[in-house]
């Protein structure tokens, strides 16, 4: 039997050959284009999107009417680490183990590629409607959007920055914050794939139980990386959350506590799907555990 990683890699791979296409024959100009796609097309586990079309399938899509849609989830997800490792954010100079974009575009073309792709994830899911249908794509479209945008993902940037070598965050605080930065975009794409698929209200909020659960399991793992993994396996620099004063999970409850806290809450993500069944629904549970159990 395929290992968790295999089975991600097989979704993943659905994934890849459509993001290698989405922005060509586009009428944008060939600087940009090659800035935007250099961060695109840097591999990644494409875990966003695999949650979405996992989702979509589990409840009822057939075919690959949903990759669309999943694919600009990771076009979202890749504005907002172009954006993040500039010098006024981050300042990460490394990304999956290749130059972050601005250290080889330059900053006011990384900002740019960051505004492409965002904005073309958009486009790219608006024009699902005629396979999925416009009401189904409409809402998920609103979901989407208020996770990306500034009571979601960019709010949570905003919190991060605010809380940069701040000596006094508590654990709320950091909790609500990487549950608009991290969790909101993951509790998204699994909303969005029930969404897609007309699922009944219980079942979307199903998905939504699992991907708050799996979000914040995942971002204290990252945290815990952060401090205790290694560089080459991450692609990205380690200990660059104590360098610039961040305030995580392990600053506050210590690596012990932080992984069993994360452990705790992928059991609750477990729990909120064992009544499905299918190759979705078990891969999706071999994945809550394979979030706590990476090392990358």
Same mark, same amino acid.
């Given at each position: 039997m395929?290992?968790v990683?295999?089975?991600?890699?097989?979704?993943?791979?659905?994934?890849?050959?459509?993001?290698?296409?989405v922005?060509r024959g586009k009428?944008i100009?060939?600087?940009?284009?090659?800035?935007?796609?250099?961060?695109?097309?840097?591999?990644?586990?494409?875990?966003?999107?695999v949650?979405?079309?996992?989702?979509?399938?589990?409840?009822?899509?057939?075919?690959?009417?949903?990759v669309?849609?999943?694919?600009?989830?990771?076009?979202?997800h890749t504005?907002?680490?172009?954006?993040?490792?500039?010098?006024?954010?981050?300042?990460?100079?490394?990304?999956?183990?290749?130059?972050?974009?601005?250290?080889?575009?330059?900053?006011?073309m990384?900002?740019?590629?960051?505004?492409?792709?965002?904005?073309?994830?958009?486009?790219?899911?608006?024009?699902?409607?005629?396979?999925?249908?416009?009401?189904?794509v409409?809402?998920a479209?609103? /979901?989407?959007?208020?996770?990306? $945008? +500034? @009571?979601?993902?960019?709010?949570?940037?905003? &919190? =991060?920055?605010a809380?940069?070598a *701040?000596?006094?965050?508590?654990?709320?605080?950091?909790?609500?914050?990487?549950?608009?930065k991290?969790?909101?975009?993951?509790?998204?794409?699994?909303?969005?794939?029930?969404q897609?698929?007309?699922?009944?209200?219980?079942?979307?909020?199903?998905a939504v /139980?699992?991907?708050?659960a799996? $979000? +914040? @399991?995942?971002?204290?793992?990252?945290?815990? &990386? =952060?401090l205790?993994g290694?560089? *080459?396996?991450?692609?990205?620099?380690?200990?660059?959350?104590?360098?610039?004063?961040k305030?995580?999970?392990?600053?506050?409850?210590?690596?012990?506590?932080?992984m069993?806290l994360?452990?705790?809450?992928i059991?609750?993500?477990?729990?909120?799907?064992a009544a499905y069944?299918?190759?979705?629904?078990?891969?999706?549970?071999d994945l809550?555990?394979?979030?706590?159990?990476?090392?990358s």
């Open positions: 395929a290992t990683k295999e089975r991600l890699q097989a979704y993943g791979g659905e994934v890849e050959d459509r993001l290698a296409t922005l009428d100009p060939v600087s940009l284009l090659e800035a935007m796609e250099y961060s695109l097309m840097a591999g990644g586990k494409r875990l966003r999107p949650l979405c079309l996992c989702f979509a399938r589990m409840f009822g899509v057939t075919d690959l009417a949903a669309d849609f999943a694919c600009g989830f990771e076009m979202i504005y907002s680490l172009i954006h993040d490792d500039l010098p006024a954010m981050d300042d990460d100079d490394l990304r999956r183990g290749m130059p972050s974009n601005h250290k080889v575009y330059g900053e006011a990384a900002i740019l590629a960051g505004d492409g792709l965002l904005t073309e994830a958009f486009r790219l899911m608006a024009g699902c409607g005629e396979k999925l249908g416009a009401e189904r409409n809402m479209l609103a /979901t989407a959007a208020t996770a990306a $945008g +500034a @009571a979601g993902m960019v709010g949570g940037q905003a &919190l =991060d920055m809380y940069t *701040k000596t006094d965050v508590t654990l709320d605080e950091l909790a609500v914050m990487q549950a608009k991290t969790g909101a975009l993951l509790t998204a794409v699994c909303q969005c794939g029930a897609l698929a007309g699922a009944s209200q219980a079942d979307v909020s199903q /139980t699992y991907g708050q799996v $979000g +914040a @399991a995942f971002q204290i793992v990252d945290d815990v &990386l =952060d205790v290694d560089e *080459k396996t991450l692609g990205k620099p380690v200990g660059s959350d104590v360098e610039q004063g305030t995580t999970y392990p600053s506050l409850m210590g690596v012990d506590a932080s069993e994360a452990g705790k809450l059991s609750a993500a477990v729990a909120s799907i069944k299918g190759p979705e629904a078990d891969f999706l549970r809550a555990q394979y979030i706590v159990d990476r090392v």
